[in-house]
């Protein structure tokens, strides 16, 4: 019998699934789980806390085979990811995804819609045709909290909240993993593994990231054997907000953009015509890359966005969320100029899956923006991720739903490894020294320079994390994420 559901603690030692990570990659892949099989389903902050509720933009699916086609969504992606895309989940990205987005609104998702009844489209950098639907400004949110509330209605899905995966081993038939719950360490141990632990922006001084993306997903799979692609592949969103104090930068969505607003520099000039015709709505990397060509034209990191010639009651409702954020900073995006400028924003390589989101390491796979499905190439179309979400944490359960059934199956079992803890803590300013390096040597325009000094101080951090005798609480978790993945990051970044 599957454990009920429990948000406090641990009703089983062993489980079926266990996932990492409560964004929508996370919550899909739990509903698309046979319900026979029993969940563990951790969440490392509070559960509604990830860079899936923090989507503003929307998902991009053809949904209208008159007006578009899944060839256009095909070669749109292509060109955005320069060609280094993989056609075969390309294909299944564009052709499934709208299967998925029908089921979303089926549990109830609340596009918006408009006048007649039909699903509102809007464009964003790279796409040919309006085909993204959203809920106002705030997508990732709403099928965050929809999600969610079906989760938490499966009896066979039990949900913890504030864990943290330190560490994880294999074991026979499946793995034994290290929680952190409340500052006390565990052990549970899984048939299957689901990592969706999202993406890696602590690993920079400035992100869109919400604090929990420390990369901890990316490298429990390194240690576990998986093999780590394209790290060096990071997208800078070109329009974070950028006269706000504190490590994680709002977004000012793309489909701000789509709407109009046109990008000046700090003579309060519209610039984009020296560097891509297809202007504001170019590809993010292209807009970020010419913001800061720009800067270095002109010697000012001053840059705004203008959408004040809308109407200010439309603005209102189709960016409430980006409207409120920006009057908590002093600025009315109705009659006021947007201070932006580039930031981290997602991450396109990833821990290396096949079409399934299986990672090569018997019973482990990974989903969402810690995966590597191939999807994205070098730059990642805009509202392409929360689609990749949804379709390949799909595959993934079904794939699991599949293997399961098979005869002779046979689940975890064996006793777990001796908890070892040390006592040291961790040296102040670790993580602080670990993002002021990947500042200055991977950024928009990488100082490959910079990055092989870098990469020699990070890689002593590295070491140090894993032979002296830390005690296993989140800081230190966190501080060895970092340092794998930016020592993974400059390593590809100087072959490269």
Do not use: W
Request: with cysteine; aromatic share 6%.
């Amino acid at each position: 019998m599957s454990p009920a559901p429990c948000v406090m603690g641990l009703s089983s030692g062993k489980y079926d699934v266990l996932i990492l990570g409560t964004g929508v990659s996370g919550l899909y892949a739990a509903l698309n789980l046979d319900s026979s099989l029993s969940v563990l389903l951790c969440s490392k902050a509070e559960l509604k806390l990830s860079n899936s509720s923090l989507a503003q933009g929307g998902v991009a699916a053809v949904l209208d085979l008159e007006n578009d086609s899944y060839q256009l969504h095909y070669d749109d992606t292509f060109i955005a990811g320069r060609g280094a895309n993989k056609p075969e989940t390309v294909k299944i990205l564009v052709e499934e995804g709208p299967d998925d987005v029908r089921n979303l609104i089926n549990m109830g998702v609340d596009f918006d819609k408009n006048p007649d009844g039909t699903l509102n489209k809007t464009l964003e950098g790279g796409h040919s045709r309006h085909r993204i639907v959203h809920h106002r400004d705030s997508t990732g949110d709403e099928l965050t909290t929809v999600l969610l509330k079906r989760v938490k209605e499966l009896p066979n899905v039990e949900i913890v909240e504030n864990t943290t995966c330190v560490q994880m081993s294999h074991a026979d038939n499946g793995f034994f993993a290290e929680l952190l719950m409340d500052g006390e360490l565990v052990q549970v141990g899984a048939s299957f593994v689901i990592l969706a632990t999202g993406g890696i922006g602590r690993v920079y001084k400035y992100t869109t990231n919400s604090k929990i993306a420390t990369g901890d997903g990316i490298r429990i799979a390194y240690e576990l054997g998986a093999n780590i692609k394209d790290l060096d592949y990071i997208q800078f969103h070109p329009t974070a907000f950028a006269a706000s104090e504190g490590r994680e930068r709002f977004l000012i969505s793309e489909s701000v953009r789509g709407e109009g607003a046109y990008l000046l520099n700090c003579n309060h000039e519209r610039f984009m015509d020296r560097y891509d015709q297809r202007l504001e709505l170019a590809p993010r990397d292209k807009v970020s890359h010419s913001i800061m060509m720009e800067y270095r034209r002109t010697g000012s990191d001053k840059f705004y966005l203008d959408i004040t010639r809308l109407d200010s009651d439309f603005l209102k409702q189709r960016f409430p969320l980006i409207y409120g954020r920006c009057l908590e900073e002093g600025v009315d995006m109705t009659t006021d100029l947007i201070p932006v400028f580039p930031c981290h924003h997602y991450l396109m390589g990833g821990i290396e899956v096949d079409a399934n989101s299986f990672t090569g390491v018997s019973r482990l796979y990974a989903v969402g923006e810690c995966s590597n499905t191939g999807v994205h190439g070098k730059n990642r179309l805009a509202s392409n991720s929360l689609l990749e979400a949804l379709v390949f944490s799909r595959r993934a359960a079904k794939d699991i739903n599949r293997r399961i059934k098979k005869p002779g199956f046979t689940g975890v079992h064996g006793l777990p490894p001796k908890l070892i803890n040390g006592t040291a803590p961790l040296p102040e300013g670790t993580r602080t020294q670990i993002r002021e390096i990947m500042q200055k040597s991977h950024f928009v325009i990488p100082d490959n320079t910079a990055a092989e000094k870098g990469l020699k101080t990070i890689e002593q951090i590295r070491r140090r994390l894993e032979n002296d005798n830390f005690k296993k609480d989140k800081d230190y978790s966190e501080a060895k994420s970092l340092a794998t993945v930016a020592a993974l990051i400059l390593r590809g970044a100087i072959k490269r």
